[in-house]
């Protein structure tokens, strides 16, 4: 296998693209014919927005990197992974904006930063007792969940909340993570730590059912895949764990007024994806509630800065004649047969995402022309389909495309300021202090709502 970026230096990539090899490839690979489209994006006016929009923004968001570390064995690498989350105060973004130009200094004190690191075993780290560093990944996984503790007042663990979505898991067993100790065994995991039942009598982690220690090269090269599915799990777990916490505080009826943004789609990938039902289905559990004391749905939305669909939203709102589909103000909720066609190919009956995704994707284009690919999750049973394209399925879906009218920051045109900010936070190596319910408590104070 080349080098990354080895071809580069001896051949230019357009010559790759038009040699012999790659054109036969093409011609045998399949073409989307623009005489056969029939699922054509139709752009509409969304939903009139709830008379009072959430005037507070928590939002969510995560980063990983890998670094090479000196310890005696070479291309020995730690994962460096941090999520951090932002409380931003929407009333007085208002009042701010309201005196344009804005002070920087003034901006920041809308913002509430908090956020939590953590150093994970790469290629040829092995910690403790153990005898592989995939073993000491494993174990750092568990760690990981096990001491976040998200607020300094609240002492539930994120692993509490691991643990109360492990009770949705579908049971099944995995191939015990000690192959390379010569045991064959499938093993049960279980919520809390057990041990395989070979000889070696090692401990078997509630955190090894993610699998995502399957993804985890011990001897060679990056495992920035392992490390990304770990944030990606990380983000998603904290945003269940809050809404548990509103719920112990007794502040659901609260939730009118905050708004919930994540960064990247409202799925889990990979080996981890079995969390997806089960986080679709504690979300459901507490939306019950939440439109019990509110009368309405949970505020919760995930972003996408890149990928598949955000590259078709840009290539569809440009047309031949030089204009676009989409005016300002205007969405597209994409269904499943509209996705097989135009997105993703695929020929399968089984739904896009059937197994990885919570929420559904749309297109916006927000009131100052951003682009934005958003998802929003699916709250109630008649939610939870790409059937249709009905917006008032969604009774929050106005308040969420009013939001993005509001959030999308001049700064950087298609994201949002509080993902922007949070991952700002997010990429300093510097530990915040852990709490963010601290802060939402005081502003939900301040607020009075
Ligand atoms: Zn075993």
């Known amino acids: 296998m080349p080098y990354e970026g080895e071809y580069s230096h001896y051949q230019p990539l357009k010559r790759i693209v038009e040699s012999e090899r790659v054109q036969q490839l093409l011609r045998r690979s399949r073409v989307l014919d623009s005489s056969t489209i029939t699922q054509q994006a139709t752009p509409q006016t969304p939903p009139i927005a709830d008379s009072t929009l959430p005037s507070l923004v928590l939002a969510i968001d995560g980063s990983h990197a890998e670094v090479d570390v000196r310890n005696g064995y070479p291309g020995a690498k730690i994962g460096y992974c941090s999520v951090a989350s932002v409380v931003l105060n929407l009333t007085e973004v208002e009042r701010l904006d309201s005196k344009r130009p804005v002070n920087p200094i003034n901006f920041r004190q809308t913002e509430d930063p908090s956020s939590d690191a953590s150093a994970l ?3 040829n780290v092995i910690t403790r007792d153990h005898l592989s560093a995939k073993d000491s990944f494993r174990e750092a996984v568990f760690e990981l969940f096990h001491d976040a503790i998200v607020d300094e007042e609240d002492n539930t663990r994120l692993l509490a909340t691991y643990q109360a979505l492990f009770a ?3 049971a099944g067993t995995i191939s015990c993570p000690y192959a390379h100790l010569g045991c064959d065994r499938q093993v049960t ?13 090692k401990p078997l982690f509630p955190t090894d059912a993610l699998r995502i ?5 011990d001897d060679s090269g990056s495992n920035g895949e392992a490390f990304g599915y770990v944030m990606s799990v990380w983000e998603r777990l904290l945003l269940i764990h809050l809404l548990r916490c509103f719920e112990q505080r007794n502040w659901l009826d609260r939730l009118n007024n905050i708004a919930f943004f994540l960064d990247g789609p409202l799925a889990i990938f990979g080996p981890p994806a ?3 039902a089960a986080i679709s289905r504690e979300l459901q559990r507490l939306n019950m509630v939440v439109r019990e004391k ?4 949970m505020t919760i939305v995930g972003i996408e800065k890149s990928g598949n669909f955000v590259a078709h939203f840009d290539e569809i709102d440009k047309l031949e004649d030089g204009g676009q589909l989409f005016q300002p103000r205007t969405y597209y909720m994409p269904t499943d047969s509209y996705i097989k066609q135009r997105v993703i190919f695929s020929d399968s009956i ?3 995402g059937a197994d990885t995704y919570f929420g559904r994707k749309f297109f916006y284009k927000t009131k100052s022309g951003a682009h934005i690919v958003a998802s929003i999750p699916f709250l109630t049973p008649e939610q939870d389909s790409l059937l249709n394209d009905d917006p008032s399925l969604y009774p929050r879906f106005g308040t969420v495309c009013a939001l993005l009218d509001k959030l999308v920051t001049s700064r950087f045109p298609n994201a949002l300021s509080p993902i922007v900010s949070a991952h700002a936070h997010a990429s300093i190596p510097l530990h915040l202090g852990q709490k963010v319910l601290k802060q939402l408590a005081q502003a ?3 607020e009075g709502g």
Do not use: Q, V
């Open 350 to 352: 089984k739904r896009y």
């Open 444 to 446: 939900l104070m301040r």
């Open 121 to 123: 075993p790469g290629c």
């Open 294 to 297: 509110t009368g309405n749905d």
């Open 274 to 276: 079995w969390l997806s």
């Open 189 to 201: 995991i279980t919520a809390n730590l057990s041990t395989c039942s070979c000889e070696h009598r």
């Open 168 to 170: 949705f898991k579908p």
């Open 213 to 217: 220690h399957e993804r985890f090269n």
